[in-house]
């Protein structure tokens, strides 16, 4: 149950920011299974939606040349390989070393072939096909293949893991202080909790006072030097 649990949890982990990562003016779907070389289907409709229309091949084409330009199309081999990264990490724990290599060459020809990475793209350009008509689509091309556009795609991915990183910094240390204020209702916090850097240190043993009834340490006495020899020669 645990090993299940862990996976699931490196699964949604690795989703969020993959897909969070999707350039601006675009959707992120989840990805889909299908059999390879087939065209994924389209998102179940809710009921009383009208049908799906078929998607113009002209129109899927200008899609398609969105999602490579923006980068968007590798999207399926990034979650793949972060997907397998985990479970190589998850497994690497959970079964014996020499195990390992055959156990993650299983998976990953069985991986590769439940859900291909083209699988995220075809499921995809339903998606924004019915967000986007022909003209938007034509007009995120021209602006993705200008030199600002291109500039957008290199540095954006970075820009959204570095904010993300920030932001997740701020918000630990924020709950980090708040279980501290909370440490005198819940004593066991603190055992919980690291260190706080901003609270005094704890004097040295050595210099608290003995307890009352006791008597203090006695020192031993300091011994007296002896006189160093004359070395003043005999009178005659």
Same mark, same amino acid.
């Given at each position: ?5 862990? *996976? ?40 009383? !939606? ?9 129109? &899927? ?6 999602? @490579? ?7 399926? !081999? +990034? ?9 190589? &990490? ?10 390992? %290599? ?19 793209? @075809?499921?995809? #350009?339903?998606?924004?096909?019915? +967000?986007?008509?022909? &003209? ?8 993705? &293949? ?5 500039? #957008?795609?290199? #540095? =954006? ?24 204020? =909370? ?8 055992? =919980?909790?690291?260190? !706080? ?5 704890? %004097?040295?043993?050595?210099? *608290? ?28």
């Amino acid at each position: 149950m645990k090993l299940s649990i862990a *996976l699931i949890a490196a699964i949604l982990f690795f989703a969020g920011p993959a897909m969070a990562q999707t350039q601006p003016g675009t959707t992120a779907p989840a990805a889909a299974q299908h059999t390879p070389g087939t065209k994924a289907p389209a998102a179940a409709s809710a009921p009383g !939606d009208k049908p799906a229309e078929k998607l113009d091949s002209a129109k &899927e084409a200008a899609i398609r040349h969105l999602m @490579d330009i923006t980068e968007t199309s590798k999207m399926g !081999d +990034n979650l793949n390989a972060a997907i397998t990264r985990q479970v190589h &990490e998850v497994m690497g724990k959970a079964i014996p070393q020499d195990q390992l %290599p055959k156990f993650m060459e299983t998976f990953s020809q069985k991986f590769a072939v439940a859900a291909p990475s083209s699988a995220v793209t @075809d499921s995809m #350009v339903p998606v924004y096909a019915k +967000n986007f008509t022909m &003209e938007d689509i034509q007009g995120l091309i021209k602006f993705y &293949e200008s030199p600002l556009g291109q500039q #957008v795609v290199k #540095v =954006m991915p970075g820009v959204v893991q570095q904010s993300q990183a920030s932001g997740a910094a701020i918000d630990q240390k924020a709950a980090i202080s708040t279980l501290r204020s =909370m440490s005198e209702e819940y004593p066991q916090l603190k055992q =919980m909790l690291p260190p !706080d850097p901003s609270a005094p240190p704890e %004097p040295a043993p050595s210099t *608290l006072a003995p307890a009352p009834g006791t008597a203090a340490p006695q020192t031993a006495p300091t011994p007296t030097p002896k006189p160093a020899p004359s070395t003043a020669p005999p009178q005659r």
